[in-house]
Nanobody
Framework: QVQLVESGGGLVQAGGSLRLSCAAF????????MGWFRQAPGKEREFAAA????????SYADSVKGRFTISRDNTKNTVYLQMNSLRPEDTAVYYC??????????????????WGQGTQVTVSS
């Protein structure tokens, strides 16, 4: 497992933007898929976005496609989630997680072995 620390959450009006960051404290960051999940009150934790170890492949939930962009900087051991055109329904705690070395089942929580503590994103209408 690896320690992951998210930052960048906050309160924003609908239509606004936020950029989340997730710093990984590990020597092997670049070898793994990374993902962002989110959990709204009273709901299951759901997949939002994932990125392959090289950054060459990305995937998104339909609900965020076209509005969110996941990226990573392997030299800084950091993965990002740029969130634009935010909606009230994007309100949730956002978690980053480390997935497997291979890019498969990236939307399945069970394939991720390390999770951050989460950062709150609140979008007001």
């Amino acid at each position: 497992q690896v320690q992951l620390v998210e930052s960048g959450g906050g309160l924003v009006q609908a239509g606004g933007s936020l950029r989340l960051s997730c710093a990984a404290f590990t020597r092997t960051f670049s070898g793994y898929t990374m993902g962002w999940f989110r959990q709204a009150p009273g709901k299951e934790r759901e997949f939002a976005a994932a990125i392959s170890w090289s950054g060459g492949t990305t995937s998104y939930a339909d609900s965020v496609k076209g509005r969110f962009t996941i990226s990573r900087d392997n030299t800084k051991n950091t993965v990002y989630l740029q969130m634009n055109s935010l909606r009230p329904e994007d309100t949730a705690v956002y978690y980053c997680a480390r997935g497997p070395r291979y890019y498969s089942n990236y939307d399945d929580r069970g394939t991720y072995d390390s999770w951050g503590q989460g950062t709150q994103v609140t979008v007001s209408s």
